[in-house]
């Protein structure tokens, strides 16, 4: 800096002074005259002037050193702390060049600043992703192509070395696939090259790795496509799974034990299920048809514990074994078409027996506006409502048992429904309500004793209910009663086609006197006849009957009253004396009166009254049962039945025919009324598979056979299946085959309890008296018009259990043929010799059982379409699937139902 400002002093000197030489020239040559004085103060001025500019150059020239050095200076510095790793910028007030650089190296110093922190904050997430992956033994691998050479390695962390068990040095330069074992070699080549090459998104895999001991170690894969030094990589993340494969290899084994135990289980309890139901199928067979036969008052009583235990007993084998479905997970729902108006009266009519003989008032309350066209697995439902009302009958001694169903939503297709089965029983302590859905779990310690029981009912209804979309809950108090409830979820039918009561307009104003003591059944009874368009109005009490009727113009509102509905058993003044004080009124004597009994009363009052009721209705009454009544009562269909008017069971239990209407008609002849009643079983046994024939090949066919069968049923006073058959008939009139499978289901009911009720009544016929016969059949050559009975249809029963033989022989020898063959080998035989409608086959027996014997028949094209029916004690899953597929066509578990049997019978022989 200083030889900078002498050498501009210097050159200002030289300046000055070549400026003063000329001056002096100028003036030695422009005068003369001038004197050496005059120069020589020109010359010192001159000198004081250079001296000055040399001064104030050296000035200048020291400030403008100053300005760059101190700015050039700060950014020396800057650098300096820079390189030593301080990040620092320079502040610099000035806008010319150097202010500019400063601003620019400021920039420069910022940008950098923010990489480097960034690069250290990314350096710092690789470095901890690192250290974690190997604390987590994950290991890290890059892979790379150098050369042509593949997934040449290129870093592994130290999770990887231990991996591997080489130092991690060892591992740099060599290809991943030195230590994959050959066996995955070529699997692993080709996934690395896909993902390289961009075929694969990615790369999870498990191959078979080689250690440095020799070792063979699982391991597990994820590969990511990345860059590495600028160049594409494949970044592996690696896990030793070793002890994670052998792990699921042993809970595999474990499963398989599992499911062998299981299986175990289920072959037992199958056994179980087989070695009791064989027995069970005795006892219940004969007790039953003991009961049928003439027996003291002391050997019934004894028959009927025999025959009620024994349905417990099987009640409780069925628990077990849907307990155990459970357990396993196997238990199914079902969808299917179904009517729930149907299946409440077949609950109605299970339990209106029980419920009178421990006079207990049941109901069953539908409200309006629950669909009864849904799509469902009916039997669970039936099987829900049915565990949950025995339990009421069975924990109520007096009082009344209601059946409520409430619409709780519907929504497009679907419908949830509330289901409540409230008692007036004993109660349930609130300490104790939470468990009961538990597995055999009940009040108390002496419920089983006094009740009996296995604690599984309610567990198996909350979870069938839960396999309904549904919820399942109780309220009670101890000694005031329960209230068990719960929903479920059921799609509703296309065609949604509900079953609708056609009133004929003359009935429209029709006004009916309800008088029953019961709130909850007056409402029931209420609402239903509402539904008809009826008028309706109450009475709480017999006496309180007489007083409307003696005030009826004020309280009948100017209506005539033209029907009663009278409880029976009332307090005070029960509906018999009630109804004889009413015809002793001039103004009310002609009007009918329906008496309303519980199951089998009638005999009793009939006994006690005088007065010819123009009905009996058993509770719960059915809607239809009422309707049909009203319309008889007041000539609006067939009056060739009026039998019909006599709806309630008959105290034989024959509740599908009037066998006191029946014998009318016939003079009282026992002998003919029976075999009509034989001819008419026979004649309708296949009529509705037949009829399927009919309504597809020709309706008005259809139509001609459903109305004979109408007037058949007419004339034997059997009132159910008249009554269908005639909606049938209708049906079929309007619709022309359309939506009628509920009908025709209906009707196949009806028709197998009239036929059940027809096998009770001949049962107890004498058919030992010859000469009565002779007689008989004489007349029934009149009655018949010479018509002769079919013949009979022949079954060949392949049983190996003699009582069983027995059991299934007196079931069905009254309208069939039967053979027996004691093991599959016997009845291939029989088949040789003789011709079967049908094969019963058992499937556990001697020599040859019925899988087999099913098999070798069917190799036979002459018995390609002959029907086989499986009758087993193997109650369990699967065993109807190795049925079918042994090549039968049907299946039915013992103990055998009498009217299953018939059925499923009805059904394969015709086809």
Known sequence: MILIMLSISISTYMFIKYESQSKKDELIQSSQTITQKT????????????????????????????????????????????????????????????????????QMIESLKKTTTDLISSESHYRTLIETASKADLGIVVLQTENNKKAVIKYVNDAMAQIGGYPKKDYLGKTFFEIIHPNDLSRAIQQYTDKMSGKDLSIIAEYEAITASGKQRTIEIIGELAEYGDQPALICYIKDITTRKKAEIELKQAQKLAEEGNQAKSEFLANMSHEIRTPMNAIIGMSEMMLNTELSEKQSEYQNIIYNSAHSLLSLINDILDFSKIEAGKLDIEYAHFYLRDLLEEVSDMFREKAAKKNIEFIISIDPDVPSALIGDSNRLRQVIVNLTNNAIKFTQDGEIIIQ???????????????????????????????????????????????????????????????????????SEKDRGSVFSFTATFKLQESNKEHSFRVPKDMKDLTILIVDDNESSRYVNQTMIQTFGFHT??????????????????????????????????????????????????KFSHVPVFMISAFGDEKVIRKQSTIAFDAFLSKPIKQSTLFDAIMQSFDKIDSIASA????????????????QEGLERLGGNQKIYAELLKSFKETYSNFI????????????????EVHSLKGAAANLSIPEVLLTAKELENSLRSEKGKNIESYIQS????????????????????????????????????????????????????????????????????????????NGKEALEALEKSTYDLILMDIQMPVMDGLTAARNIRKNEKYKYLPIIAVTAHAMKGYRELCINAGMNDYITKPVDKNLLHAKINRWIST
């Open 39 to 106: 120069v020589d103060q020109l010359m010192l001025q001159n000198t004081i002037i250079c001296a000055l500019i040399i001064l104030l150059g050296i000035i200048g020239s020291f400030f403008l050193c100053r300005s760059i050095s101190r700015p050039i200076s700060k950014l020396t510095i800057a650098m300096k702390k820079i390189a030593s790793g301080e990040w620092e910028t320079v502040s610099i007030h000035s806008k010319n060049e150097i202010g500019q650089f400063a601003e620019a190296f400021n």
């Open 405 to 475: 169903i409430v619409k709780i939503f519907e929504r497009e297709q679907s419908i949830r429904i509330l289901f409540s089965i409230k008692d007036t029983g004993v109660g349930i302590p609130k300490s104790v309500q939470s468990k009961l859905f538990d597995p055999f779990t009940q009040a108390d310690g002496s419920t089983t004793r006094k009740y009996g029981g296995s604690g599984l009912g309610l567990t198996i209804c909350k979870r069938l209910v839960r396999l309904m979309d549904g919820d399942i809950s109780v309220e």
């Open 537 to 586: 109005f109450e009475a709480i009490s017999g006496q309180h009957c007489l007083q409307l009727l003696e005030h009826w113009d004020s309280y009948g509102q100017g209506k005539s009253l033209d029907l009663i509905l009278m409880d029976w058993m009332m307090p005070d003044m029960d509906g018999i004396e009630t109804t004889h004080k009413i015809k002793q009124l001039d």
């Open 644 to 659: 019909t008017k006599m709806i309630a069971p008959t105290e034989s239990k024959t509740n599908s025919i009037d066998i």
């Open 689 to 704: 598979s037949s009829f399927h024939e009919f309504i597809e090949k020709d309706i008005e066919l259809a139509i001609r």
């Open 747 to 822: 009707l196949e009911n009806k028709l197998i309890e009239s036929f059940d009720a027809i096998n009770r009544y001949i049962n107890k016929e004498d058919s030992s008296d010859k000469s009565t016969q002779k007689d008989l059949s004489a007349d029934l050559s009149d009655i018949t018009t010479n018509q002769q009975l079919p013949l009979k249809q022949k079954i060949l029963l392949t049983e190996d259990n003699p009582i069983n033989q027995q059991v299934i022989f007196e079931v069905l020898s009254g309208v069939y043929e039967i053979d027996t063959a004691n």
